[in-house]
T-cell receptor
Framework: DTGVSQDPRHKITKRGQNVTFRCDPI?????LYWYRQTLGQGPEFLTYFQNEAQLEKSRLLSDRFSAERPKGSFSTLEIQRTEQGDSAMYLC?????????FGPGTRLTVL | AQSVTQPDIHITVSEGASLELRCNYS??????LFWYVQSPGQGLQLLLK??????LVQGIKGFEAEFKRSQSSFNLRKPSVHWSDAAEYFC???????????FGTGTRLQVTL
């Protein structure tokens, strides 16, 4: 069990650029979640997958955000036309029936 | 919709002293409750969880939490704090064992030597 991994750990981009983050869950976990965390706040739910199916999306997930989990294993989160308000830590988690286990996160800074 | 309140933004305790972090939740049905710890720049580590059964649950690193339905609370406790416990602590509620989580705003714990 190597835990949940996320890549990259840090991303600095200019406003208007597109960025993509990757999450590799714990191998036997079939649920995968994305959360966003801003400074001084708790994580906020964005979306989750069961296997390759995206089952729920938060209203926080604007049209510029898209997530995929094409083969039910790793997942990607893409943000198009980034804005300064997108600056945050993006956390991925995977779960079995005993709780969610989080990766180290990707810190996005939009200049 | 469910919600979580962590009334204390920041708590300072001396090393060796006892600790209690407060968490209140709002959810109409049986909640699934979690405590996570986050060190600076890191992801969240699951400390403990309550799904059902015994209302006093034990977790890792010597932490425990007690579910009190009448008070809608799930407070985290530790009898003797170590300097390495300094971190941010988040309480979360879910609607099932693998549902999305709703987090509180966190309590930052500082430990003085």
């Amino acid at each position: 069990d190597t835990g949940v991994s996320q890549d990259p750990r840090h991303k600095i981009t200019k406003r208007g650029q597109n960025v993509t983050f990757r999450c590799d869950p714990i191998s036997e976990h079939n649920r995968l979640y994305w959360y966003r965390q801003t400074l001084g706040q708790g994580p906020e739910f964005l979306t989750y997958f069961q296997n390759e199916a995206q089952l729920e999306k938060s209203r926080l997930l604007s049209d510029r955000f898209s997530a995929e989990r094409p083969k039910g294993s790793f997942s990607t989160l893409e943000i198009q036309r980034t804005e300064q308000g997108d600056s945050a830590m993006y956390l991925c988690a995977s779960s079995n029936l005993s709780g969610q286990y989080f990766g180290p996160g990707t810190r996005l800074t939009v200049l | 919709a469910q919600s979580v309140t962590q009334p204390d933004i920041h708590i300072t305790v001396s090393e060796g002293a006892s600790l209690e972090l407060r968490c209140n939740y709002s959810y109409g049905a049986t909640p699934y409750l979690f405590w996570y710890v986050q060190s600076p720049g890191q992801g969240l580590q699951l400390l403990l969880k309550y799904f059902s059964g015994d209302t006093l649950v034990q977790g890792i690193k010597g932490f425990e939490a007690e579910f009190k339905r009448s008070q809608s609370s799930f407070n985290l406790r530790k009898p003797s704090v170590h300097w390495s416990d300094a971190a941010e602590y988040f309480c979360a509620v879910g609607t099932g064992t693998a549902s999305k989580l709703t987090f509180g705003t966190g309590t930052r714990l500082q430990v003085t030597l």
